[in-house]
């Protein structure tokens, strides 16, 4: 065992943000305590929409180096649709954590799961399973705050540069490495839109650069028109997609759609020395404070957590905590344990981490 603790910034935010992040921490509590050999140490801090109402700030400064001194980073959900900035975009203080700790790589995995709503009718959609990876601090987003904008015209900028690219293609090629070890297929595809834009251009020529590199790995490219088409005709013969932020943005939440909806959506975004982990859903203030949340995505990202945590600091239990979780989950969804209110279930997110509790310590039993 580790002789300090693992720090853990915990942000719970707004909306269902508290209700999903409870019951992550307590089942990362139930591993930790039933496997041993890691501990971890949880520190929650203020943050979001509701924050900046009440302080006009939507994170202190004491939160924001607790987040970048902690070994990991745990987000419920930020933001509300009536609590604005100044120029009409939304409080999300975990945006300005991507650019300042340098978490260029967010990635979103998309996993159909048993007994979820298959959106496609073909049966090889039960096979779904694949990552978007999406650079998270350059692209379109580089340009948000620093827009021109006025009475005739608005203009953002796209930056795409060449350090950035190569560390996102090759996280993108250890990616599918990774998972071919684990049974996957082995190919990272280049997602752009380079036959009309020289900076996708510039993407596509730096990631064909790195995959020379990676012989090992299946190399190829598409356009970003031509994905959205087939992340509906044929998803399931994907495995890594590498793309600019905005087209990372917009397809992640087409794949979410593909396996159910946004309470399956998990993401990590990891740079050199950090890693923040959140549910790629939003605070969902419409049903908030009613129970009816489901922390799916939550539990999936503290396992993704605990993956990168185990990788990090040479911690075997801490990847099999990771694995437990995950099987956990596919578990409960197979045997119709777990059955969230957003997929027409009677659970909201107390009874599913009832369910998962006891989905776990009956994994436990047999470890």
Request: charged letters at 30%.
């Amino acid at each position: 065992m580790p002789s300090e603790a693992l720090r853990i910034a915990v942000f719970p935010g707004d909306g269902i943000g508290p209700e999903v992040i409870a019951p992550a921490i307590e089942i990362l509590r139930l591993l930790e305590a039933r496997l041993g050999g890691f501990r971890m140490v949880f520190e929650e801090y203020p943050a979001g929409a509701a924050y900046y109402r009440e302080t006009g700030k939507d994170i202190s400064d004491e939160a924001f180096e607790a987040a970048r001194a902690a070994d990991a980073i745990l987000l419920g959900a930020m933001g509300l649709p009536d609590v604005r900035l100044p120029d009409g975009t939304e409080i999300r203080p975990h945006l300005r954590m991507r650019d300042e700790f340098g978490l260029y790589a967010g990635v979103r995995p998309v996993k159909a799961f048993p007994n979820t709503p298959r959106r496609l009718i073909d049966e090889r959609a039960a096979n779904i399973d694949f990552v978007i990876l999406r650079e998270s601090t350059e692209g379109l987003f580089f340009s948000q705050g620093r827009g021109e904008v006025n009475e005739q015209e608005a203009r953002e900028t796209l930056r795409i540069t060449r350090a950035t690219t190569e560390k996102l293609s090759d996280f993108a090629f250890k990616l599918a490495r990774r998972r071919k070890a684990r049974g996957g297929k082995g190919r990272a595809t280049c997602v752009d839109k380079s036959n009309v834009f020289r900076a996708y251009a510039f993407f596509r020529q730096i990631f064909l650069e790195r995959a020379k590199l990676h012989p090992d790995v299946t190399a190829d490219c598409a356009y970003v028109d031509a994905m959205a088409l087939d992340l509906v005709r044929k998803p399931w013969e994907y495995d890594v997609l590498v793309m600019e932020n905005m087209f990372g943005d917009i397809l992640s939440d087409l794949g979410g759609g593909l396996v159910g909806g946004m309470g399956m959506a998990p993401c990590a975004e990891v740079g050199d020395e950090h890693a923040l982990f959140q549910p790629a859903h939003g605070s969902a203030p419409d049903i908030a404070g009613q129970g009816k949340a489901n922390p799916t995505a939550t539990l999936l990202s503290a396992a993704m957590m605990l993956d990168w945590l185990g990788d990090r600091h040479g911690i075997d239990r801490l990847g099999e905590a990771a694995a437990l979780l995950e099987a956990a989950v596919e578990r409960g969804f197979a045997e119709r344990r777990l059955r969230p209110m957003e997929f027409g279930g009677d659970q909201g997110s107390r009874e599913i981490t009832q369910q998962l509790f006891g989905v776990l310590k009956e994994k436990l039993a047999s470890v």
